[in-house]
């Protein structure tokens, strides 16, 4: 603790040493003893439990964050490597290409199509270009009900709305973090690229063990 040459009175044996002790253990801010910069008071304290945990990103390895997808690579965080959000530009090819397969099967063709692959989380746009809606609260695809959900009840309540606001809320995934659309917002979902069909659904829906090809 405190060194020998600092405490006089006890080498060299003087008569009145034993009174000073008391007033250096009163005094233990001593300005000549103890350096600038090491005063413990003048550190604000840091409390790490307020800092948020840094997710690893498991494809480009950066902190991503806290968000559902890197901000870097657009790797969704709780879905499988390699299932990115889509980008903007698909999201909107995805919309033509809809409209384009709408008109060339007139319309019924396109109707019982998408009543098929709403289980697997697809429009038939959305099939052909290996994209699939997720639903966020327990990170899968989203099934049939809430692809019908969305893709008609959400979808004409939003066209209402655009149709007396500019036609605003279709861009709505250029602001949105997580590029979700209103739709998306209703419907809990967001809208990945799944270039390998990872997500397709098992009829048998036994994929614990089944080892990724
Ligand atoms: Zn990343």
């Known amino acids: 603790m405190t060194k020998n040459h600092d405490e006089p009175w006890r080498t060299g044996g003087e008569h009145q040493a034993p009174a000073r002790p008391r007033q250096w253990e009163q005094q233990p801010e001593h300005p000549h003893s103890t350096p600038p910069g090491l005063e413990p008071r003048s550190t604000p304290s840091v409390t790490p439990a307020t800092l948020k945990p840094l997710v690893e990103c498991p494809t480009c390895g950066k902190a991503a964050g806290d968000e559902l997808s890197c901000q870097f690579c657009n ?10 959000l889509s980008t903007a530009g698909l999201r909107f090819g995805g919309y033509i290409l809809e409209g384009v397969l709408i008109i060339c099967t007139l319309v019924i063709g396109w109707a019982i199509w998408a009543l098929i692959v709403f289980q697997y989380g697809q429009t038939p746009a959305k ?31 939003i066209g209402f709305l655009a149709a007396v606001t500019f036609l605003i809320p279709y861009f709505w995934l250029l602001w949105d973090r997580n590029r979700q659309e209103l739709w998306d917002k209703m419907s809990t979902t967001l809208v990945v690229s ?6 397709q659904p098992q009829p048998s829906d036994s994929q614990a063990g089944t080892p990724q090809a």
């Open 194 to 199: 799944d270039r390998e069909d990872q997500l």
């Open 127 to 157: 099939q052909l270009l290996h994209m699939r809606v997720i639903y966020i609260p327990q990170a899968r695809t989203a099934r049939w009900l809430r692809m019908a959900f969305r893709e008609i009840i959400a979808k004409t309540i």
């Open 75 to 84: 790797q969704v965080l709780f879905l499988p490597r390699g299932i990115t």
